[in-house]
Structure formats: structure tokens, C-alpha cells
């Protein structure tokens, strides 16, 4: 794969200071998880230490690389929208306070097993997986971008317990947004295989005024569907396909790319209203 340029929205200056716990990582690997970790330093701005616990163990799940996830999720006096469920690193650069100073903020598991290039140049061979780029992606969920949506396979039927502020800006064909669906229903079950978009200001911009396209095939892929960026519309957009949901052997990004940042700002701004819900009569 050709290596990815330099993406002009990446800075040099630390914007934020994650500390980490590399718990059993092997030396080996340090490296490129850091390089990956300094680059949301430099992009992602928050006055509050983001503490990060990662492990290295061996996959519950075939054809997992990695996964991250927020530690806990927020309502706050301080929030955009205080209806939705934030994520603590992003909860808490709005707030410009650790809301739980007895946790971290995120939790990063990488499969010990997998075949790895643990080098930061770019340069992975095809049949290894570059692990800069699989955790500059997963940072980006533990971060926020991810949906507070399950689906049930048996009964078609989803639900959104708790709302986060990606939700809000997950918009219908029709214009509702999917954090006003109703919940559990099969309703918002069909929603999460249907054409979804991004309703952010900032995102469309950075999308060529554009609503840019979320991945939702059919039938509901669980752990890709919804939280991603579309596969087929960005696989091949270089900046902007770090948030897709597949990632190819030998392929490499190492920068979260124009629209990713943009979306993260939308979700730090009160999300519009979206077309009104009525139940029939």
C-alpha cells in the first residue's frame, strides 16, 4: 500500500497528556502504541490527564486485532446535551475536571497473537497488521466515536439505553436523529441497517458539504455497524478512512484524518433538534 501523506489538520503541539498503563505489553510494542498515542495528544484537546489501561491477551473473538472502550459514561452539569451519555476523556475536556478520578478513562485490549508489525514508519508488510494504525482506530472509539445502539440478531428489534452524543448527530434518511428512536423497538432495529448519515456542521465541511455516510450493511454486523465510517465511500480516501470499519493487512494510517477530528468537534457543540417523533394514533 502506498504510504498515506501527512495529513495538514496533524500538529506538533501536545493538545493533551495521556498517561498510560501498559500492564503485561511486551517492549516490542511499546513503541508503536505510543506513536499512536501521541498522535491523539497532539489532536484531541483536553486540560485533564486521559489515563489508559491497555492488556495483551490472547482474542475471546476469531478475527479481533484490538478493542477499546470508554471506562464509564457521563451526564454532566457542564455538558453540551445533558440528555446524552458522554465518554469520560471527552466528558471531561468539557468539563475541565476528572468526573471519576478513581478510574481511567479507557481500556484497550490487543490480541497477543496476532501477526503485528510493530514498527512506526509506515512501511508494513502485506501480510502483517500495523499496530499504529489499529490503535490510532480503537483510540478513537475509547475517545467517543461510538454508538450507544444493540441490536437483538433473534428479534430485529434495538435499543439505546443510553444515548451518547454520536447518536445525536446520527441522522435518518427522513431527518429524525437515532438518539430519539424509540427504545427497544424493531422500528430503530430497521434504522440500523437503513442509509445513516452525520448531521455535524463541522463534519460536512470537511466532507466537501457532504453529509458524510456511516456503515450500516445489512444484515447488522455487531461491533461495526453504525460506529464506523462508511466502508465503501472512504476505503480509499487515504486521510479519512482511519475510521472504517475494515482494515487490511499491509494497510497503513497514521493520522486521524480531516473528518474525524470534525466530527469530534461537532460532538463537542449541543447537537441539532431533529424531525419530531409521534407515535401512530
Not at 158 to 168: H, V
Request: glycine fraction near 6%; aromatic fraction near 10%.
Amino acid at each position: 500500500m502506498q504510504k498515506q501523506p501527512t495529513a495538514p489538520v496533524a500538529n506538533l503541539e501536545k493538545k493533551s497528556n495521556f498517561v498510560v498503563d501498559f500492564n503485561t505489553v511486551p517492549v516490542m510494542a511499546k513503541p508503536a502504541i505510543q506513536a499512536a498515542i501521541d498522535t491523539w495528544s497532539e489532536n484531541f484537546a483536553s486540560k485533564v490527564d486521559v489515563k489508559v489501561s491497555i492488556s495483551w491477551a490472547r482474542a475471546s473473538n476469531y478475527g479481533v486485532l484490538a478493542a477499546a472502550s470508554s471506562v464509564s459514561n457521563f451526564v454532566f452539569p457542564e455538558a453540551p446535551d445533558k440528555t446524552l451519555y458522554y465518554a469520560s476523556a471527552l466528558a471531561n475536556s468539557i468539563a475541565g475536571r476528572d468526573l471519576d478520578k478513581n478510574k481511567p478513562e479507557m481500556e484497550i485490549t490487543i490480541t497477543s497473537t496476532a501477526p503485528w508489525y510493530y514498527g512506526t514508519d509506515g512501511n508494513c508488510p502485506k501480510n502483517l497488521y500495523d499496530l499504529q494504525s489499529v490503535i490510532l482506530h480503537e483510540m478513537g472509539h475509547g475517545l467517543g466515536f461510538i454508538s450507544g445502539s444493540y441490536y437483538d440478531e433473534f428479534s430485529g428489534a434495538a435499543r439505546i439505553d443510553q444515548p451518547t452524543p454520536f447518536d445525536a448527530y446520527v441522522q435518518l434518511p427522513d431527518g429524525r436523529r437515532l438518539a430519539d428512536m424509540p427504545s427497544p423497538s424493531v422500528e430503530t432495529g430497521r434504522a440500523l441497517t437503513t442509509s445513516l448519515s452525520w448531521s455535524g456542521e463541522n463534519a460536512i465541511k470537511a466532507n466537501n458539504n457532504v453529509k458524510p455516510k456511516l456503515y450500516t450493511p445489512a444484515p447488522y454486523e455487531g461491533g461495526s455497524s453504525v460506529s464506523h465510517l462508511d466502508e465503501a465511500t472512504f476505503k480509499d480516501s487515504l486521510l479519512d478512512e482511519v475510521m472504517t470499519p475494515n482494515l487490511d493487512s499491509g494497510e497503513v494510517f497514521h493520522s486521524p484524518g480531516p473528518l474525524l477530528l470534525a466530527m469530534f468537534e461537532d460532538m463537542r457543540t449541543k447537537p441539532p433538534a431533529g424531525v419530531s417523533y409521534s407515535l401512530p394514533q
